[in-house]
């Protein structure tokens, strides 16, 4: 590492604020350009291969299927299971239904090994195979794994840079906070998002690659190659706005402000988690526990459980055969959404300063009711089923949003380990505030204020904090 040692106290996440935002203005790395690195991308296609083939679930082997209850667990009784859950959420215009859930309480690792090189933070990214890729590699964390992986329950091999993150206190913490995962599907899956800065030398291994912040941010433009995991981590990095660099126009110059703790905001934070509370306090949800093979509207067919409505997702099952793994080959249940959803945040400039529309949402897996979700959380095709009153807000200023105000727009995959071929369209779109007024559910923050409350677990939801990535991506895009 080079450069002075951090100071201590409260000033270490100033400072290191201030070194990711020079990170995030990065455009080129020491290491690796961005036409290298495309190079070297493909190249690892050829060896880290991902040959999937769906099964039917009663084809799985190494799981078991309870015969009372049809709920689907490992022989190991680790990695995951899935059975049946049962909702009710009073006065919402959809009080009731039941579904199939994951089942995970182990809590994984993700995280991001971070080094200095000429002055800079680099990040040490890996290329990484999973089965529900839609294109089976992606830009993935330095280590992702849950507890049964990094445990070797699998009987592979030792996931590696592990240690950095097992033993974090022998290096500089720059993120640590456990967060939750998708609430629709997941049942209270929590993760650990770390970033952690290595203070010696550290190895290169096949397969992965030092890139800057900035260069990951050019990287995210580009559909399904940044995965759901890197965005997660990305997201709770501190960041500051730099001073140093000037606006390129005033939209710039409106997200570079809102980045800054002392510029005006709608609410002051203590209102927010006041709003938070309130919202968690007063949200009604019943969850009751159910066997998979007796939830009511679905049904086993063709090998899949699948909804009646043929809307939702599908749970279905895979083979899977790997380059680059810990395991070469292994079957696995997962669960397939039925269209390609819409992932919206409207961003507006109050007072000079930008401001993102956040929706105070539940969902039956998050472990404390409501999470901040982005404007819009949706697949736009379920709506032909559910009852007009369960039509987002706002949801038109996606489908048909003004060209001229569309500030990001790319289609991300969510995470390929549990999820087959998910993939949603991220957009950030800018309107004006009267255009979205606030409701009870909905509120204007500052990204100061999104950082603040990303210190901290289960306040903004996985897709939320995805976009929060999306929106650091923008500081260096113009200039």
Partial sequence: MTGDPPPP???????????????????????????????WF????????????????????????????????????????????????????????SQPIINQPEVGILGILAREFDGVLHFLMQAKVEPGNCNGLQLSPTVQATR?????????????????????????????????EQGAWFYQKRNRNMVVEATGDVEVRDGFQWLTLGQIHQLLAE????????????SCLPLAAPSEVPATDDFHAALLRSADPAAPSRH??????????????????????????????????????????????????VAVRAGGREVAQWTQPMIRPTGLGVIGLLVARIHGVLHALLHAH???????????APTVQCTPANYQYLPAAARPAYLDQFLRPDPQ????????????????????????????PAHAPETPEHRWLTLHQLGELLRHSYYLNVQARSLVSCLHSLFGATT
Avoid: C, K
């Fill in 9 to 39: 106290g409260p000033a270490r996440r100033v400072h290191d604020a201030r070194r990711i935002a020079h990170s995030a203005l990065a455009r080129h790395g020491s290491h690796t350009t961005l036409t290298q690195f495309h190079h």
């Fill in 42 to 97: 493909r190249a690892h296609h050829r060896h880290r291969h991902a040959r999937v083939r769906p099964i039917p679930l009663t084809a799985l082997q190494g799981w078991r299927v309870d015969p009372d209850t049809g709920d689907i667990h490992h022989h190991t009784g680790r990695f995951f299971s899935l059975h049946g859950l049962e909702v009710r959420l009073p006065g919402r215009p959809v009080a009731h239904w």
């Fill in 148 to 180: 049964s992986n990094y445990t070797r329950v699998h009987g592979g091999a030792q996931v590696p840079y592990l240690d950095h993150f097992r033993d974090p206190a022998a290096h500089h913490r720059i993120a640590d906070v456990r967060q939750s």
């Fill in 223 to 234: 559909d399904d190659l940044v995965n759901m995991d890197v965005r997660t981590v990305l």
């Fill in 268 to 317: 002051d934070l203590d209102d927010l988690l006041h709003w938070i509370t309130e919202a968690r306090s007063a949200t009604e949800l019943q969850l009751t526990r159910v066997p998979l093979n007796r939830l009511a509207d679905w049904r086993h067919h063709d090998g899949r459980i699948i909804h009646h409505s043929g809307h939702f997702f599908e749970v279905t099952a």
């Fill in 362 to 372: 539940t969902e039956p897996g998050y472990a404390d009711v409501v999470e901040l």
């Fill in 405 to 432: 105000r569309i500030r990001f727009d790319t289609t991300l995959s969510e995470e390929g380990g549990r999820f087959y071929h998910a993939r949603n369209r991220y957009l950030i779109v800018e309107t004006d």
